[in-house]
Every structure is written in structure tokens, then in C-alpha cells.
């Protein structure tokens, strides 16, 4: 899993923009703070999708520098935007997890009309993302 620096920005009239100096033409936006995370991964998985050439991330100092401009008009940095490579291949585990916590699993899986494995994954994606 590789992770990409965002630089983000916000006008007093718009809504949060971020920016990748690593990924020329990916951007996102959100309305609000609690929300840049989650848009910017969305908007970089979008990007990246189907993308078989990996783009290594820069450091922070190269981010830094590429950004000096954006840094310098209020902009700041959105670090560790994670990107998570789908291979649209399922792959089997075995997993022990508690009783209890495995019926609660299947019954909110349920709710949602997910499979089992449809709700883990969701779950997992939304924890390592910060949603």
C-alpha cells in the first residue's frame, strides 16, 4: 500500500480542494474537514484504478518543495492519504473472531444486504482510511 501527500486548500467562499503533486490531474474536494480524508482516498483510488505502472510517492520534503507556493498562501499538507490496490482477486482466509462479535457481523451484514466478506472488507477499508 503506498500512501500520497494532498495539499490541501480552502478559500473562505469554497469548499476543502486537495491537490497531489505526485498524481498530475487528481484533485478532490469537501465540504468539510472530517470529510478531505475520505474524498481524497476516494479521489485517488479513482485515479489509480487500472493504473498497471506504480507511481512511487515523493518524500515530504520533495512534497514540501513542489508545494512551497500553495504552503506559502495558507495552503497545508495532507499526509498519508493511502491508496489500496484492488486486484479484483477474492482470496480465502480463515479467521478466528468471537462468537458474539461474529453474530453482530453477520446481522449488520445483513441489514446492509452484504455478504460476510462484503462487510469485513468495507469495514477493514473504512478503518484503514480514518472513516
Do not use: W
Not at 20 to 32: H, I, V
Not at 43 to 55: K, P
Amino acid at each position: 500500500m503506498h500512501y500520497y501527500h494532498g495539499v490541501v486548500q480552502k478559500d473562505a467562499d469554497s469548499a476543502f480542494g486537495v491537490s497531489f503533486p505526485d498524481l498530475e490531474g487528481c484533485f478532490s474536494a469537501a465540504d468539510d474537514l472530517e470529510s478531505v480524508v475520505r474524498e481524497a482516498t476516494d479521489a485517488v483510488s479513482l485515479y489509480l484504478e487500472g493504473n498497471d505502472r506504480v507511481i512511487e510517492p515523493s518524500s515530504i520534503e520533495t512534497i514540501r518543495d513542489l508545494a512551497k507556493e500553495d504552503l506559502a498562501n495558507g495552503a497545508f499538507l495532507l499526509i498519508l492519504v493511502p491508496h489500496i490496490a484492488a486486484s479484483n482477486t477474492p482470496t480465502r482466509i480463515n479467521i478466528s473472531l468471537d462468537s458474539g462479535i461474529l453474530a453482530a457481523i453477520d446481522t449488520a451484514a445483513s441489514a446492509r444486504k452484504l455478504t460476510r466478506s462484503a462487510f469485513l472488507a468495507q469495514a477493514a477499508r473504512n478503518e484503514i482510511v480514518g472513516r
